[in-house]
């Protein structure tokens, strides 16, 4: 029993089942018609996808590694140009071949990420912790002060980060590399999660990190959907699909194969999919 086991590692009771109230979903923050995307060696690795995300819910995407999920985020993410299809933002133009857009500008519209893999994507490693809270950000008024950076107030902004998510050490002249994979996640999602977004988009949020980190993500995500923000949680790991999200997208080939909603779900259901 996974539960008990984590109990047994750290000596109290873990939630990797999230107690969360049901979910009130307003306007869609996202909408995406028919998406294809094609890799630079002409593979389609996402193919005719159509979903939407709207504001005060999470929606998981489900699939073995490899299906088309990680494109279909950094598409969203502004780091992949469609070839095929629209992304339409709320309030906002319209994403598609021939007019894309970059992760620079859907921050300014709100749209954060948490790419799935922190150590290419997610930090400089070498970088001080207070420099990778603010990658994507460092533009911000309140970071600069005329043609210079701000440094006093970087430094208190990742205190206060590391103070709200518990990273550890909080030690924000710490190099990324030198803090555990769990601390390490923490601060990407500070960056992100303190930015305010109105759409998250999060990649393997506990991939390589301990149980209490686990706990803490956890709680983040669903506190951050109760206040209005859609999420969309890309997860290899089935339970946290299913603990996590109030209706799920299942991807296989590249194609989404099928949509539930949470209260439908359970293993041998997505698995079929699958």
Do not use: W
């Amino acid at each position: 029993n996974p539960e008990e086991l984590a109990e047994l590692m750290v000596g109290r009771k873990v939630l990797l089942r999230v107690d969360k109230k049901p979910a009130r979903p307003g306007e869609p923050v996202i909408t995406v018609s028919n998406l294809t995307i094609r890799d630079a060696a002409g593979v389609n690795r996402v193919v005719d996808a159509s979903l939407e995300i709207r504001a005060g819910e999470i929606v998981g995407v489900a699939g073995v590694s490899g299906n088309g999920q990680s494109e279909l985020l950094e598409a969203l993410a502004g780091i992949r140009t469609p070839t095929e299809g629209v992304i339409q933002i709320a309030g906002g133009p319209e994403i598609t071949p021939g007019q894309p857009s970059n992760p620079k500008h859907l921050r300014e519209r709100g749209i954060a990420h948490v790419p799935e893999d922190r150590h290419r994507m997610g930090l400089v490693m070498p970088f001080e912790a207070r420099e990778s809270s603010i990658l994507g950000y460092h533009d911000a008024a309140k970071f600069n002060t005329g043609p210079l950076m701000n440094a006093g107030s970087i430094l208190d902004d990742c205190v206060g980060k590391m103070k709200n998510f518990d990273v550890r050490p909080g030690d924000p002249n710490l190099k990324s590399a030198n803090f555990s994979g769990g601390n390490q996640q923490k601060i990407v999602l500070a960056r992100e999660i303190e930015a305010k977004p109105h759409l998250l988009l999060v990649g393997q949020p506990t991939r390589g990190v301990d149980i209490g980190a686990i706990e803490f993500i956890h709680a983040s995500l669903i506190e951050m959907r109760d206040a209005g923000a859609g999420v969309l949680l890309v997860s290899v790991e089935l339970d946290e699909i299913l603990s996590l999200a109030d209706r799920i997208i299942v991807m296989s080939a590249g194609r989404i194969v099928g949509t539930l909603d949470a209260a439908e779900a359970d293993e041998r259901t997505i698995g079929l999919l699958m």
